[in-house]
């Protein structure tokens, strides 16, 4: 069974670059059936889809964030990294990876970790 952990800091300065790593186990991320997905949860608020890549494929972000967000595979390590550039406290969330089906199926979650930005 696969199984997904997020990894990075939890407190980040307003103006710079957020950068998360998901550690993909129990199976391999070097393959086009599954897209490999960030998602975070605003303190009181909802769930919402950051973006999205897949093995030789390509970073799909939402239009609100797409200038600012960057997504990079790495096989050698099995991991997939995020990257969210002049961030803002408004970027303050709990982030989670997840693997995805091409039907936005999602089966996979990593527990989710608190990033705090600060002004």
């Known amino acids: 069974q696969v199984q997904l952990q997020e990894s990075g800091p939890g407190l980040v300065k307003a103006s710079q670059t957020l950068s998360l790593t998901c550690t993909v186990s129990?199976?391999?991320?070097?393959?086009?059936?599954?897209?490999w997905t960030w998602i975070r949860q605003p303190p009181g608020k909802g769930l919402e889809w950051i973006g999205m890549?897949?093995?030789?494929?390509?970073?799909y972000a939402s239009p609100s964030l797409k200038s600012r967000t960057s997504i990079f595979i790495d096989t050698s390590k099995n991991q997939f990294t995020l990257q969210l550039s002049s961030v803002t406290p408004e970027d303050t969330a709990v982030y989670y990876c997840?693997?995805?089906?091409?039907?936005?199926?999602?089966?996979?979650w990593g527990q989710g970790t608190q990033v705090t930005v600060s002004s």
């Open positions: 997840a693997r995805m089906f091409p039907t936005w199926y999602y089966d996979s």
């Open positions: 129990g199976g391999s991320i070097a393959t086009t059936n599954f897209y």
């Open positions: 890549n897949s093995y030789r494929g390509s970073t």
